[in-house]
């Protein structure tokens, strides 16, 4: 079992609709990064979170530290939102632990 | 704005050859990470290194080394590069300062195809 399970793998959607993308852990961490990776690429930081909720214009991470769960939330979405959402966590460690991504489609 | 730099975005090699792939950061880190990228299998660490002239073997080590003579440059090198070498390499940077522990910041990509 992987340590770090994200959920769904693949995601398409319309223009406008709120999105939801899951990720689940095994290990105790330190913290959560939500990352995006478009098609070409190169990888940016979204979120780096250790508890509760940030937010970010449209972009919404939650965490739950007792549930070892976080979500990713996008609201309104846009075709610029397509591309590879990727959540990995840090234990007390420089090291990252990284889930096998979901490749989110947004259609006009 | 902070930068790590790969040499190369796309790289065609032939099986046996020695290939080196160059990481640079202009952000002062300590931590600076080697890992390939499969469908369907993320990102895996093939090297991490902490410190000038120190570096621990991730995940994945087989097949690969490493060079950092110089904080801010990172190599990875490929002794006798195969087919099954043929991947997305991303490096990254991180800083050991406790308010930004663990956020790792992404190089471009170098996709390498080994013939």
């Known amino acids: 079992k992987n340590e770090v399970e994200q959920s769904p793998q693949n995601l398409t959607a319309q223009e406008g609709e709120f999105i939801t993308i899951n990720c689940s852990y095994s290990?105790?961490?330190?913290?959560l990064h939500w990352l995006q990776q478009h098609p070409g690429g190169g990888i940016v930081s979204l979120f780096m979170?250790?508890?509760g909720k940030k937010k970010h214009g449209r972009l919404i991470a939650t965490i739950n530290i007792q549930e070892k769960h976080s979500s990713l939330h996008i609201t309104a979405s846009h075709p610029r939102d397509s591309a590879v959402y990727i959540c990995?966590?840090?234990?007390?460690?420089?090291?990252?632990?990284f889930g096998t991504g979901t490749r989110l489609q947004v259609f006009p | 704005d902070v930068k790590v730099t790969q040499s190369s975005r796309y790289l065609v090699k032939r099986t046996g050859e020695k290939v080196f792939l160059e990481c640079v950061q202009d952000?002062?880190?300590?931590?600076m990470f080697w890992y390939r990228q499969d469908p369907g299998l993320g990102l895996r660490l093939i090297y991490f290194?902490?410190?000038?002239?120190?570096?621990e073997k991730g995940d994945i080590p087989e097949g690969y080394s490493v060079s950092r003579e110089k904080k801010e440059r990172f190599s990875l090198i490929l002794e006798s590069a195969s087919t099954n070498q043929t991947s997305m390499y991303l490096c990254?940077?991180?800083?050991?300062?406790?308010?930004?522990?663990?956020?790792?910041?992404f190089g471009p990509g170098t996709r390498l195809t080994v013939l």
């Open positions: 952000m002062d880190h300590e931590n």
């Open positions: 979170l250790s508890s």
């Open positions: 290990v105790g961490i330190s913290a």
């Open positions: 290194s902490y410190d000038v002239k120190m570096k």
């Open positions: 990254a940077s991180s800083s050991r300062v406790a308010s930004s522990y663990n956020e790792q910041f």
């Open positions: 990995a966590v840090g234990e007390d460690t420089d090291k990252l632990i």
